[in-house]
T-cell receptor
Framework: EPEVTQTPSHQVTQMGQEVILRCVPI?????FYWYRQILGQKVEFLVS????????KSEIFDDQFSVERPDGSNFTLKIRSTKLEDSAMYFC?????????????FGPGTRLTVT | RKEVEQDPGPFNVPEGATVAFNCTYS??????FFWYRQDCRKEPKLLMS???SGNEDGRFTAQLNRASQYISLLIRDSKLSDSATYLC??????????FGTGTQLKVEL
């Protein structure tokens, strides 16, 4: 069964450093997403991406964040200058379509720890 | 009112029991509804999409009441492996999924 994959599984970085989280969505999916989950809290939407453009983003997704599809398989989330409060689990997801009944499938996540 | 509200639990039930979780959502324009399960420190896994008034998949039944803005999940014949957190998830028709905080289920011998 096809799966979303993410690397690394755990990333430790110092405050102020840049990090890039990587995802390989399911191969025939066209819509890609990033979510985050701070420990003990709910999963929160960050951004959705389609046809090489951001289609929707949340208030959390400020100028420190960017997304890119650098090639035909990878989808990345970059945090330019990490803050302590960026420590969270970051999940990538993908879907075949958008809108009603769009089912999103999640990767195993990258645990980001900012020290 | 929270966008998606769930009783956090935990629900502790014996193996074989039937258990039901409820969820309410605030946005009446919401169009798509899902139940995901999440094991500790793992990713959300899609359990069921909830179409029209509801649907059934084996031991799991989901129901939707649009008038009351209420979704439920019923698990029959609970198994130890059902122990997890169950996330109620709502979409407004765009791409963004809005998650509840989840209801924790512990199935015991």
């Amino acid at each position: 069964e096809p799966e979303v994959t993410q690397t690394p599984s755990h990333q430790v970085t110092q405050m102020g450093q840049e990090v890039i989280l990587r995802c390989v969505p399911i191969s025939n999916h066209l819509y890609f997403y990033w979510y985050r989950q701070i420990l003990g809290q709910k999963v929160e939407f960050l951004v959705s991406f389609y046809n090489n453009e951001i289609s929707e983003k949340s208030e959390i997704f400020d100028d420190q964040f960017s997304v890119e599809r650098p090639d035909g398989s990878n989808f990345t989330l970059k945090i330019r200058s990490t803050k302590l409060e960026d420590s969270a689990m970051y999940f990538c997801a993908s879907s075949t379509r958008q809108g009603q009944f769009s089912e999103q499938y999640f990767g195993p996540g990258t645990r980001l720890t900012v020290t | 009112r929270k966008e998606v509200e769930q009783d956090p639990g935990p629900f502790n039930v014996p193996e074989g029991a039937t258990v039901a979780f409820n969820c309410t959502y605030s946005n009446s324009a919401s169009q798509s509804f899902f139940w995901y399960r999440q094991d500790c420190r793992k990713e959300p896994k899609l359990l069921m999409s909830v179409y029209s008034s509801g649907n059934e998949d084996g031991r799991f039944t989901a129901q939707l009441n649009r008038a009351s803005q209420y979704i439920s999940l019923l698990i029959r014949d609970s198994k130890l492996s059902d122990s997890a957190t169950y996330l109620c998830v709502v979409s407004g028709g765009g791409n963004k999924l809005t998650f509840g905080t989840g209801t924790q289920l512990k199935v015991e011998l």
